[in-house]
């Protein structure tokens, strides 16, 4: 049971920071290729004929859902962390229960 628990955070933690590399690959890939797009079509120096393709595959770029991907990992590592609250309270009142019968029985003779 202890070995969910442990990796859990980790992976969840490899998601967030995944997010993150993708989120910073793709800011590089758009920067990128808007310095080629200049560098091609507004400087006037190649023909325009595939300009109105290139724009409109610009303007159809997908999106993907970073952030409500980034509220899903949130929503399980939340899920996650009450869920071992939950288990750390039933130890403890075990625990605690065995401890206060152990006592009532040594000082209840």
């Known amino acids: 049971m202890g070995g969910v628990f442990a990796t859990k955070p980790k992976l969840l933690s490899g998601l967030y920071r ?3 590399l993708y989120k910073g690959q793709e800011i ?15 400087s006037g120096k190649y023909s325009n004929y595939l300009m109105h393709f ?6 159809n770029w997908p999106s993907y859902p970073i952030a409500e991907t980034a509220e899903i990992i949130s929503y399980f590592e939340s899920k996650s962390s009450k869920s071992m609250e939950l288990v750390i309270i039933f130890l403890a009142s075990v625990f605690g229960g ?7 029985v040594i000082f209840g003779s």
């Open 18 to 20: 995944d997010i993150g």
């Open 28 to 42: 590089q890939f758009k920067n990128t290729c808007q310095q080629h797009y200049s560098s091609i079509y507004k």
């Open 54 to 59: 290139v724009d409109d595959l610009i303007n």
């Open 98 to 104: 065995a401890v206060g019968a152990g006592i009532t």
